[in-house]
């Protein structure tokens, strides 16, 4: 059970270029998130999905799209990178509310750098 | 949206001291968690707690949810206990707001 996963760890891309960050988890959650984290500053979530096929935006969208195809995949894209995203990026998951416990369960990270 | 504060913002600690991080919160929530961001950036589930009181080990927690507070208390304190503690909580809409963050340096 590796929990939540996110691929890659590290990239550095230059303006403008286009990227995906995978996320993925095992628990069988209905609930999928990702968040930015900005140095010296709380997570601020980008967007989130309720369910395979479903996506929202969350407090900082702007800049990124999300699409959730399967329910155990979030992907994350950047399809015109600005310095301004330079961030550690956060994938997370959580069961469905009417199942008991919202509690969210974080993967490990991804440091983008744009240059 | 809820505002989530924390403080103190920076806690120097020496080893073996006890603390008290506290969470403050505008609104009625559904969900309140407690994590620890280790220096390598890896945020770590301390605890799920939208009322009540739990402990694990040092730690323990309460929340008490009529009066929009949390208060995460670190006993006997260890160098590995270092890093920034958030407190995040949601308010019924499934999204989680996080609170700027409490550093904590526990000196040897």
């Known amino acids: 059970n590796a929990g939540v996963t996110q691929t890659p760890k590290f990239r550095v891309l230059k303006t403008g270029q286009s990227m995906t960050l995978l996320c993925a988890q095992d628990?069988?959650?209905?609930?999928m998130y990702w968040y930015r984290q900005d140095p010296g500053m709380g997570l601020r979530l980008i967007h989130y999905?309720?369910?395979?096929?479903?996506?929202a935006k969350g407090e900082v969208p702007d800049g990124y799209n999300v699409s959730r195809l399967k329910k155990q995949n979030f992907l994350l894209g950047l399809e015109s990178a600005a310095p301004s995203q330079t961030s550690v990026y956060f994938c997370?998951?959580?069961?469905?509310?009417?199942?008991?416990?919202?509690?969210?369960?974080f993967g490990p990270g991804t440091r983008l750098t744009v240059t | 949206g809820i505002q989530v504060e924390q403080s103190p913002p920076d806690l120097i600690l020496q080893e073996g001291a006890n603390s008290t991080l506290r969470c403050n919160f505008s609104d009625s929530v559904n969900n309140l968690q407690w994590f620890h961001q280790n220096p390598w950036g890896q945020l770590i589930n301390l605890f799920y707690i939208p009322s009540g009181t739990k402990q694990n080990g040092r730690l323990s927690a309460t929340t008490v949810a009529t009066e929009r507070y949390s208060l995460l208390y670190i006993s006997s304190s260890q160098t590995t206990d270092s890093g920034v503690y958030f407190c995040?909580?949601?308010?019924?809409?499934?999204?989680?707001?996080f609170g700027a963050g409490t550093t904590v340096t526990v000196r040897a």
């Open positions: 997370a998951s959580s069961q469905s509310g009417t199942s008991g416990s919202y509690e969210q369960y």
């Open positions: 628990m069988n959650h209905e609930y």
């Open positions: 995040a909580v949601e308010p019924y809409d499934y999204k989680l707001s």
């Open positions: 999905s309720v369910g395979e096929g479903t996506t």
